[in-house]
């Protein structure tokens, strides 16, 4: 995948959201509740709903389908329900509504229409901005045909099994595990380490996603091998706030208490409103599925990354949970000791033909 098609998606939730004390409730929403909604299709833990038009339908057909997956690949990990939750595709239904029917959030999805809609009028507007009236229609119809393979490739990107679960694995993690928790300086995600935020989304994504990143491992480790990966990751600021932006101007102030906001950005725009490159960026995501990958390759432990969680929610370090956790154990030790194991991990690992 080239970096000027690469978009990255990132869920921001304001860092207000967080209620002390929320108890989750018992009930997920359901569409029996939300008559209002033109389709709706539950799950066994949340309900989809979309617009009638515009293939709204099968869309929210194949989401419902990508959630119910996501919810049994969560449970299997993690070892808790998901919190009842919403998606909504193509603002079909405002958000109140679907937390008052029980959704603690509700996660703002495009539909690939939506999606395909949105790149062209981006493109009717760039062209619209630079030439004459009279000159719009056909220089637009150009501009399409030229820009209509790097379009298919970033609708695809988006289309992929995961990227969904991904998302909801965000909003999951931080309510199953965080959601009486202080969130502190924190600025990403809850108020766990950034690259943990990102592990239990990447944990969601299905095969060929995270195929695409062990390859992407290879190139990352290749230019730049470190003797301290570990435990640069560990302290490592989300890329997207590592040079201070926060939530509220990432998103224009659209994230707000009522849950979060996915942004979808191009490089360019990424690299505008973060002042990070974006393959920076999709390094950091990189690097924390081979620190999964390297903790499963090396105590075979499914439920460490889960420990490590519940030892940070109750107060610990992790330089107490390498030592003293059995899978912490096996890694070192220490930070130290499992930046060590890690090289040596990394090493052979990207040695491998992919
Ligand atoms: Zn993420």
């Known amino acids: ?33 939300l008559a209002a909604a033109p389709v709706c299709r539950d799950t066994p833990h949340g309900v989809i709903v979309g617009p009638a038009e515009g293939g709204g339908e099968a869309a929210v057909i194949l989401a419902a389908e990508e959630a119910r997956v996501a919810e049994q690949t969560w449970t299997s990990i993690f070892g808790i329900d998901p919190a009842p939750y919403a998606v909504v595709l193509d603002q079909a239904l405002p958000s109140e509504s679907l937390r008052a029917a029980g959704a603690l959030r509700v996660l703002p999805w495009m539909s690939l229409t939506a999606r395909r809609t949105m790149m062209e009028q981006g493109i009717r507007d760039a062209v619209a901005g630079q030439v004459p009236a009279s000159q719009v229609e056909a220089l637009t119809a150009a501009a399409m045909l030229q820009a209509a393979p790097q379009m298919q490739i970033s609708l695809d990107n988006s289309a992929q099994p995961g990227v969904m679960a991904h998302e909801l694995g965000h909003i999951w993690y931080m309510l199953g595990f965080w959601a009486d928790a202080p969130q502190g300086d924190d600025r990403y995600g809850s108020p766990a380490p950034d690259w943990l935020d990102e592990a239990a989304a990447v944990l969601m994504e299905r095969e060929a996603l995270t195929e695409a ?30 040079s201070g932006a926060s939530v509220e101007t990432l998103t224009n102030g659209a994230a707000s208490a009522s849950g979060p906001v996915v942004m979808m950005m191009s490089g360019e725009e990424f690299q505008r409103r973060t002042g990070t490159d974006i393959g920076a960026a999709a390094a950091f995501y990189t690097r924390v599925r081979a620190f999964v990958d390297f903790m499963e390759a090396r105590t075979g432990d499914h439920q460490a990354v889960v420990r490590l969680t519940t030892h940070l929610r109750a107060g610990g370090t992790v330089a107490d949970w390498f030592a003293q956790d059995p899978a912490g154990v096996v890694l070192g030790g220490s930070v130290a000791a499992a930046d060590s194991a890690f090289k040596v991990w990394a090493d052979i690992a990207t040695a491998e033909p992919t």
């Open 1 to 33: 995948m080239s970096i000027a098609g690469l978009a990255l998606s990132l869920t921001l939730a304001s860092t207000t959201v967080i209620t002390e004390g929320i108890q989750l409730p018992a009930a997920p929403p359901r569409c029996a509740a």
């Open 213 to 242: 990143r062990r390859a992407a491992f290879h190139k990352v480790w290749a230019e730049a091998p470190r003797l301290d990966a570990v435990s640069e990751l560990m302290a490592e600021v989300h890329p997207a706030f590592a």
